[in-house]
């Protein structure tokens, strides 16, 4: 029987039928897991229709172009999963194939479901000789798959054993969450921005932390992923805001005059119809003025530089609020993008700073990108600042303000406010 939707097996038939291949030792064999990043967005605000046009053109490409398909299925939804025939092992191929049969992918999908550009997670597992239970192999390159979520700088996750610890810290840390705002698990942090110019804090970035039922404070790499699978990042990220807004609502009225706050918006926004309603609604509601808070939007994000994404963070820009490039340098296309990215400020992600100090071939680069930066009035953000001679070198080549470790790590508000708003 197949797939009355895709035309593609079912998940039992494709469980017994490649159960049987992968026995066969005389050949090598992957698993393909893969499902579309927050496809019940493009339902809720696309309409069913759209979503099975999107879920058909996907197991028709499968078909066409997945190169030596043994079989493949939709198992539930949006998941699909395929056994491919491979000569070797070989991981760096596997990612470079991903990488151009995502991006075919994702340009079919746009051509015919218009405005419509969904992010595959893809999971790969690799058949061992061992190998015999063909439940197991296609778990695993589910865990794969998972871990793909929200990892927008690799096209595929590979399976490894340390997957799994992942996992496990991902069933923690929801039910931790949906506790958080009524025992107050959850913190702002704030850590400065300062001016290359005069050396003053000019600004701040809103980091959260999640506190733990022991009170140790868990960083954001172990949660962010999390929320965002789940969709619950909009929570968090709409109590940062309004965490900020009251915040400058509060300096304002004790006669202070506010530094502005950054806060990251998460790419799981930009499904939402009323983004643009709800951001501007929360300031209206502290009655703050939009210069003080600034949008970051990460870089991923732009890639797929849709019509959708492009005129909210203009919605969001003519209302008054500046708007971020974050992680700039990490992704794959950043250069290409500078001309068409609706923003104000660009900032310079730490990793992308510290290898291109390394080299004078790599710092000249930065030098020349952050002085087209400038040349098109884009505001420059260096993050990851540590170091005196790395202070002076991005400040030398013309970046505006710096963030890092060098001034300070980001700290609790209160903090923040004594060390750097009253004195
Ligand atoms: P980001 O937005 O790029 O934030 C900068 C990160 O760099 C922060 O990590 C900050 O602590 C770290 N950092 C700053 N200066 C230095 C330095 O000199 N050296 C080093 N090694 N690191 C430095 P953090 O707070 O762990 O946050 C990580 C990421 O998590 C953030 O990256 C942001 O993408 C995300 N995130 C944090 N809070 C939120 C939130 O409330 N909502 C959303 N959507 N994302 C958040
Ligand atoms: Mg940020
Ligand atoms: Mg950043």
Not at 8 to 19: C, V
Not at 195 to 205: D, I, P, R, Y
Not at 291 to 301: C, K, L, R
Request: contains cysteine; negative net charge.
């Amino acid at each position: 029987m197949n797939d009355s939707l895709t035309g593609l097996l079912q998940f039992e038939d494709f469980l017994s039928q490649a159960g049987v291949v992968i026995c066969d030792k005389k050949k090598a064999y992957l698993i393909v897991a893969a499902d579309i990043s927050d496809f019940h967005f493009i339902n809720s605000n696309y309409g069913y229709d759209t979503g099975d046009d999107v879920l058909r053109k996907i197991a028709e490409f499968i078909t066409m172009y997945l190169p030596n398909m043994v079989y493949c299925c939709r198992s539930h939804s949006d998941h699909f999963i395929a056994l491919v025939c491979i000569e070797n092992v070989d991981t760096e191929r596997v990612f470079q194939e991903t990488q151009r049969l995502k991006e075919r992918l994702s340009s079919i999908i746009a051509e015919t479901v218009q405005g419509v550009a969904p992010n595959i997670n893809v999971g790969i597992y690799f058949v061992r000789e061992g190998d015999t239970n063909i439940i197991d192999v296609v778990d695993k390159a589910n865990i794969a798959r998972r871990t793909n979520k929200g990892n927008y700088n690799i096209p595929c996750v590979v399976y490894s054993e340390h997957l799994m610890d992942i996992k496990e810290s991902s069933a923690k840390i929801l039910p931790l969450f949906e506790n958080s705002f009524r025992n107050e698990a959850i913190r702002v942090y704030l850590q400065p921005k300062i001016s290359s110019e005069t050396k003053k804090v000019v600004g701040a970035e809103a980091l959260s932390r999640l506190i733990d039922s022991d009170g140790n404070v868990i960083p954001p790499v172990n949660f962010i992923a999390a929320l965002e699978k789940s969709g619950k990042i909009v929570e968090l990220d709409f109590y940062v805001l309004s965490f900020i807004c009251k915040l400058i609502r509060k300096w304002i009225d004790e006669g202070v005059e506010p530094i502005t706050i950054s806060f990251n918006l998460s790419r799981i926004h930009f499904y939402s119809n009323t983004v643009v309603e709800d951001i501007c609604k929360l300031a209206e509601e502290y009655n703050v003025p939009p210069q003080y808070i600034e949008i970051e939007v990460t870089e991923s994000v732009f890639f797929e530089a849709s019509e959708m994404i492009v005129s909210k963070v203009n919605a969001l820009r003519d209302y008054g609020f500046k708007v971020s490039v974050d992680d700039f340098g990490t992704g794959y296309s950043s250069l290409s993008l500078i001309g068409v990215l609706p923003v104000d400020v660009v900032k310079l992600d730490k990793s992308f700073v510290k290898e291109s100090l390394k080299s004078s071939r790599g710092s000249d680069l930065m030098k020349g990108i952050i002085k087209i930066l400038n040349e098109i009035h884009l505001e420059i953000v260096c993050e990851g600042v540590e170091t005196e001679e790395e202070a002076t070198a991005v400040s030398e080549y013309g970046c505006d303000e710096m963030q890092g470790y060098l001034f300070d790590k980001p700290i609790p508000t209160d903090e923040f406010e004594n060390k750097y708003i009253k004195s």
